[in-house]
């Protein structure tokens, strides 16, 4: 068994007995937030997807949370968002007055092992998740017209649309390296969108859109017979498998469409590696944290608000504008995502750092 392996089996076993603790224990109710201004850094600038996350849930959490505190959220952009993470791991005191939203670019340059880091993950306390999806798709100039002609791709030459190597877009870097593909990433979009345009334009034959974007975007190209899905990254079940995504149920998920290309499931340290860079990026890609020291109390009370907000009319009515089709988690289930979305084997980090050197010029940290 691998040691990603294991630390998946760890993690859900801590999230089955977190939840069990969560529900038998009732210290979060004598935390009291009354008068109390709580900042929610956000390490990305104004607008973003990160930001726009952070701002939905603010009003929420305050007044959920004892005492009905303003919860104000402090942007602190910079180094793809190590600095404002370094700033929280340095200055936040453990009162329950900051928290901290990161996301898949916080959690990349983590297990990287890039030198600008200075936050260790394992000192903080998960108070809630964000998970997303996203589907991948290909031009029919390819000469593929439906998922099961995806073994055409092999031997083609194909062109995606990339944010950066070490960005989310390492994700389908890893992944189409793992399948086979002779894909050329073009470095240099500002995001899925611009990346989505270049597929339109016809410069690019293969991309992925994160789920939401994918069925506002994408599915009328589908329908147009402009682009044909190929599968999605897949959503992890209970025991920490990747599985289909409910929202996609005839597209088939990365390893059922690894399956496809090579007779045989994904296996090994190089997939172990994909797995630890997709939970990052998806299932666990953004995540509200609280600094070194928390007591549980606090951290208790921050998962019952998070948790007692979903059922709050305001929240059901614009949660799907915001988080498309995917339920924020508490709990056990986070603490079993923060375990798996920040852990990667010292080989299998090696391993992705020396590709991206080798082949892609990457030198962490300028």
């Known amino acids: 068994m691998t040691d990603f392996k294991m630390t998946r089996r760890k993690a859900l076993g801590m999230a089955l007995a977190t939840a069990g603790a969560m529900m038998t224990s009732p210290a979060w109710a004598e935390v009291d937030f009354s008068g109390k201004t709580i900042e929610w850094i956000i390490p990305f600038s104004a607008g973003g997807g990160s930001d726009t996350w952070a ?40 009162d329950g007055l900051t928290l901290l939203g990161t996301s898949g670019s916080t959690q990349f340059p983590y297990l990287l092992g890039d030198p600008r880091v200075k936050y260790e993950y394992k000192d903080w306390k998960i108070a809630m998740a964000a998970p997303t999806g996203g589907v991948v798709y290909t031009s029919p100039s390819t000469g593929v017209e439906a998922v099961a002609d995806l073994a055409k791709l092999k031997g083609q030459k194909l062109t995606y649309a990339s944010q950066g190597a070490t960005s989310l877009d390492l994700v389908p870097l890893l992944g189409f390296k793992l399948m086979g593909l002779d894909v050329q990433h073009v470095f240099g979009f500002k995001g899925r969108g611009d990346g989505r345009l270049a597929f339109e334009r016809g410069e690019t034959n293969i991309d992925y859109q994160t789920s939401s974007a994918y069925i506002k975007n994408v599915q009328p190209l589908v329908e147009a017979g402009q682009a044909v899905p190929l599968f999605s990254w897949g959503v992890l079940d209970e025991a920490g498998t990747i599985v289909r995504d409910p929202n996609f149920p005839d597209i088939p998920s990365f390893p059922e469409a690894y399956e496809m290309l090579t007779g045989m499931a994904p296996e090994g340290d190089d997939y ?51 988080l498309g089709s995917y339920e924020q988690v508490t709990g056990g289930k986070a603490e079993g995502l923060f375990e798996m979305g920040t852990t990667i084997s010292t080989q299998n980090r090696k391993n992705v750092v020396d590709m991206l050197g080798a082949h892609y010029g990457v030198k962490l940290g300028e």
């Open 272 to 322: 172990d590696a994909f797995v630890a860079f997709f939970i990052a990026g998806f299932p666990a890609q953004k995540m509200a944290v609280l600094p070194k020291g928390t007591p549980d109390d606090i951290v208790a009370a921050f998962n019952a608000a998070f948790e007692t907000m979903k059922q709050d009319p305001e929240y059901l009515a614009n949660k799907q504008a915001v």
């Open 55 to 94: 701002r939905f849930n603010a009003p929420l959490l305050s007044k959920y949370l004892p005492g009905q505190p303003t919860v104000v959220v402090v942007n602190e952009p910079g180094g793809g968002s190590t600095k404002g993470a370094n700033l929280f791991a340095v200055r936040a005191k453990p």
